[in-house]
């Protein structure tokens, strides 16, 4: 039994009938990879030559005559521009409709067709259908191309490395104030959602002066290097660390209450104290803390500020008491007196 005989499209008959003059010489302008042809009446209707579907790696009846196939085919991107370059042919006949359009060839790769449309009309000057030829431009556009592609790479590292260097400090490699304040108030966030505890530790590293004094710079940072070291390894992944300032660290504990977060300031204090910072016996830290317990109706902004003010002030007596201790911002008042009682024990002791 013989196959039936495959019926012809009526758009290529159609063309075949209507070549005339000004379309020949259309043609012959053109040298040919394709043609695909586009029924505006049928806007769904679009027939595809065999030279065109070869040049993508289709075979005929592998790829319906529809319009959206020719969309599927093309990137979205170049979709996009074709179209617009059409309209405007559309609406100005002089306009001229020449665009180089990207393919999906069947294997994969990229294949750039230069595409010269025409719109024919009739001869009340109505838009009947749209001719296409093309011409494959692959070889020659590859390397601009990849020109373009290698210069959009480039700039999309360097944004990413200014990105990284606006939120990181550059010697210990952990947020900088920038970038802290945008992970502190993203965790007072979580924390307000699920009514949890919430602490902040503010670590300043005493007499680091005397080190850029007595050894030079490169040894600071040494030092500032080796204490971001102790910082990592005290503390939990969930924990987010900031160099605050130029003698301050800052670790923000999710989910941790008052004891807890004395409990890794203290042993980070006491590894210092032990284990001098690059061999150098008179470093010492002290630690502020402070903690909130925060609900959902809480201002973030406030409470960003509160727990700032808070370690800031708890710093401040740990220092003026001779550095090198702990102290939590709720026991300031107990610390005040405990530091009345001593100053006037030593009073005196000395009368």
């Not at 996009?80 to 006949?93: R, V």
Request: negative net charge.
């Amino acid at each position: 039994m013989r196959d039936k005989p495959q019926e012809i499209h009526y758009l290529p008959k159609e063309l075949y009938m209507f070549i005339k003059k000004p379309l020949f010489e259309f043609m012959e302008k053109s040298s040919l990879y394709g043609v695909w042809y586009w029924d505006l009446s049928q806007k769904d209707q679009m027939w595809f030559s065999s030279g065109f579907l070869h040049t993508l790696g289709y075979r005929e009846d592998e790829i319906e005559h529809l319009s959206v196939q020719w969309k599927e085919l093309l990137l979205d991107e170049d979709y996009q521009e074709a179209i617009e370059k059409l309209k405007q042919h559309l609406k100005y006949p002089e306009y001229p409709c020449d665009k180089v359009l990207r393919y999906r060839h069947k294997n994969g790769s990229i294949v750039s067709l230069r595409c010269h449309a025409m719109v024919i009309r009739n001869q009340e000057n109505k838009p009947l259908r749209i001719i296409a030829f093309h011409n494959d431009i692959t070889a020659t556009s590859m390397p601009q191309e990849n020109a373009i592609q290698t210069y959009k790479n480039e700039i999309a590292a360097l944004r990413q490395e200014i990105q990284e260097k606006s939120f990181h400090d550059t010697t210990t490699q952990l947020y900088n104030r920038q970038g802290l304040e945008e992970s502190y108030k993203y965790l007072i966030e979580v924390a307000k959602r699920n009514s949890a505890l919430f602490s902040v530790a503010m670590i300043h590293l005493e007499n680091c002066n005397d080190v850029n004094i007595q050894y030079g710079e490169q040894r600071l940072k040494k030092v500032l290097r080796d204490l971001t070291t102790i910082l990592i390894h005290s503390t939990r992944r969930v924990d987010i660390l900031g160099r605050f300032g130029d003698e301050e660290f800052i670790i923000l504990m999710p989910s941790t209450n008052k004891k807890g977060a004395i409990i890794v300031c203290e042993r980070i204090r006491q590894y210092v104290q032990e284990q001098p910072l690059d061999k150098i016996d008179y470093l010492s830290v002290s630690c502020a803390v402070a903690t909130l317990s925060l609900n959902v109706s809480d201002n973030t902004q406030k409470i960003y500020d509160t727990l700032n003010l808070f370690v800031d002030e708890a710093l401040y007596h740990a220092q003026k008491n001779g550095g090198n201790q702990v102290l939590h911002y709720d026991d300031i008042n107990n610390f005040i007196d405990l530091f009345k009682q001593t100053s006037s024990e030593n009073e005196n002791f000395y009368q």
